[in-house]
Each structure stands twice: as C-alpha cells, then as structure tokens.
C-alpha cells in the first residue's frame, strides 16, 4: 500500500451548492411542521365558528288548575249547605268542584281527579260494600265525560272541569238506629292534576 496521502475525489462546486439548497429546504420544511404540530403563532390548527338558531327560545309548558268552585246539591239538583242539610236513607247528595285548567304542552298527558282522606275513603269503602251507600265519581266539560278520572291534552286548555261526587243512601237497607247523628267531616278532601 502507498504511503502517500490519499485524497477523496472533491466535489464540483455546482453540486455542494445544490446540496446546500436542498439542506436548507429540508430544514425550512422541519420548522414549518414543528410549528404547525405545535399550534402556536399564526400557524395552528384551523377552526371555524358559525351561530346556529342564535334567535330561537325553548319554552316549558304548563300544567295547572284554579282554585276550585264547590257546592252541593240534593237528588233534585237543589243547592243545599251540608253543614244543616240532614240526610235520610233514600236521600242523594253530590259534591260538586270546578276547576279551570292551564295545559300547555305539545305532547302533554295528564289526569285530574277528587281524591278523598285515606280514613273518609276507607269509610266510604266499607259503606258501600256493606250496601248502605253507592258513590261515583263523574267528570264533565264541554269537550268530554268521563268517570273516575279526567284525562289531560293539551286540548284541554282553557277548559272548565267539574267533578261531581253522587251519594245516595239506600232507602231499602235495614239498618236500625245505625248512623242516626253521624257526621263526617270532609277536610282534606281535593282535586289532584298531575302529569302521566
């Protein structure tokens, strides 16, 4: 082997100029990205906003009754006050409550009904299964009637609603001297609206 230098062959300056302008590319082309990837400056991620139905307002409906109208009537359909109208077997009385109702609500469904205390319910139960007192309950408006209960739509608003509770005493019921002077208080007894 020769001892003398050896020497690469150099390169022509036409090309160590060329590669010199690809490195710098190159390198631009690295910072661009590194800038890019890092969401900062100018250079981040794009985005866009634009409002959607920025006027538009949702609203709530509304399920909900006036305070109730009541009254008594007697077989006949004469009014009576039950604090001094005395009821005999044979006698029908009926307790009348009306009401208006607010129903607004697309899809709405609801109920309206009379409910009695759980101890004056127990003890109109067992009257009537005894056979001394038959009741029902009926509810009426313009638009419809129905027993028992009501049912809400929404096209019920607006509409008046009575509910009409019918007692009548069995005339042909042996009983003795059973429920002479009795008296039954009516307290807590109400209308109930509520959504189904």
């Known amino acids: 082997m020769s001892p003398a230098a050896q020497h690469l062959p150099s390169e022509s300056p036409a090309r160590g ?8 590319a190159v390198l631009a082309g690295v910072v661009a990205v590194g800038l890019l990837a890092a969401g900062g400056g100018t250079f981040s991620k794009w985005s866009e906003e634009k409002a959607i139905a920025s006027d538009d307002i949702i609203t709530a409906g509304e399920l909900s ?13 004469r009014t009576i006050e039950p604090d001094t109208y005395r009821i ?6 009926e307790l009348h ?21 759980a101890e004056l319910q127990k003890e109109i139960d067992e009257l009537a299964e005894a056979g001394y007192v038959s009741y029902d309950v009926t509810f009426s408006s313009g638009a419809k009637t129905t ?17 009409i509770a019918t007692f009548t005493w069995d005339a042909d019921k042996t009983t ?3 429920g002479e002077n009795a008296d039954t208080s009516l307290t807590g007894t109400k209308l ?3 959504q189904q």
């Open 17 to 24: 100029a060329r590669n010199r302008h690809t490195g710098k």
């Open 65 to 77: 009754m006036s305070t109730p109208t009541v009254f008594w009537t007697d077989g006949t359909g």
């Open 88 to 93: 005999v077997p044979g006698d029908t009385i």
């Open 97 to 117: 409550a009306s009401t208006t109702v607010t129903a607004k609500g697309d899809t709405l469904e609801g109920a309206l009904e009379l409910q009695f205390p």
């Open 147 to 163: 027993q028992d209960s009501y049912p809400i739509t929404k096209n019920d608003n607006g509409h008046v609603v009575e509910a």
């Open 176 to 178: 003795d001297s059973f």
């Open 192 to 194: 109930v609206l509520t």
